[in-house]
């Protein structure tokens, strides 16, 4: 088991495979753990170093201080890579990862070669948004918007067709702190990105899920019209998560974008 600290905070992290020229970094969305990437390394079949890390108050990373924003899950994610001292990294975010991943560039753009946006939005929802799903979470816990939240993670094929699975990740959803949630919620509602998104120059890559009920493909759309150059790919088929659904069709899109680095 792998982790580091930041402040008073462990973070939970994993850093596997050779230690290739470029490092592949990935970024959780949230209410999920670094699991939510696995099909997707095993997808890259080892062939690549690729470092996954908890959130604050995500898996088992903690949150003893109670203390989250983007700037400072970017500047966790910041302590982590220069602990590693890797010098070369193409940047995977998905959804609240994608927030972090903007932040990181602010400080830590040397080091990154290329960014992988995913089912993400340099502004996503809107405060109101945000303060109802706090209000419901703060009522009743996670568990009492489950459904709602995983109605909008999974298309209609995989709510319908892969129950057992479902069931696997509403017990991620759900078993995720409270107070981590509820951080990482008014994180986002307090995040725009957008300025920063005009001011991207490395190859940037947005991939969205046809079906994402939370971050749907106009939203993603709107943030990739705000990053010169940047490339804009659906995967049919999935929703929030397409690193679940279609990891292959996911490792794939990484893989070729890696390619037009080199």
Not at 167 to 172: E, K, N
């Amino acid at each position: 088991m792998q982790s580091f600290k930041s402040g008073d905070e462990i973070i939970h992290f994993r850093d596997e495979g050779p230690r290739s020229e470029i490092a592949f970094v990935f970024v959780n969305s949230l209410g999920t753990d670094l699991r939510v990437w696995d099909n997707v390394i095993k997808e890259l079949d080892q062939k690549y170093r690729t470092v996954r890390v908890d959130k604050r108050g995500h898996g088992l990373s903690t949150n003893f201080e109670n203390n989250i924003s983007i700037p400072i899950l970017a500047n966790d994610l910041k302590l982590l890579i220069s602990s590693l001292e890797i010098k070369n990294i193409v940047l995977v975010g998905l959804s609240i990862g994608g927030l972090i991943a903007l932040e990181f560039l602010k400080s830590t753009s040397s080091i990154v070669t290329g960014l992988i946006l995913s089912d993400t939005a340099a502004k996503i929802g809107t405060s109101n948004m945000w303060s109802d799903r706090i209000t419901r979470v703060k009522r009743g816990g996670i568990e009492s918007i489950s459904d709602d939240i995983l109605s909008r993670w999974f298309s209609n094929d995989f709510l319908v067709n892969r129950n057992e699975e479902l069931q696997l990740w509403r017990s991620m959803l759900t078993r995720t702190s409270t107070l981590g949630y509820l951080g990482c919620c008014k994180a986002i509602a307090d995040c725009d990105l957008r300025d920063e998104a005009k001011a991207i120059s490395i190859p940037t890559l947005l991939i969205v899920g046809e079906e994402d009920g939370s971050t749907p493909v106009n939203v993603v759309k709107d943030t990739a019209n705000l990053i010169k150059n940047s490339e804009f790919k659906i995967i049919e088929g999935a929703g929030h998560l397409p690193c679940v659904e279609k990891p292959k069709i996911f490792s794939n899109e990484l893989l070729k974008f890696l390619g037009r680095l080199k």
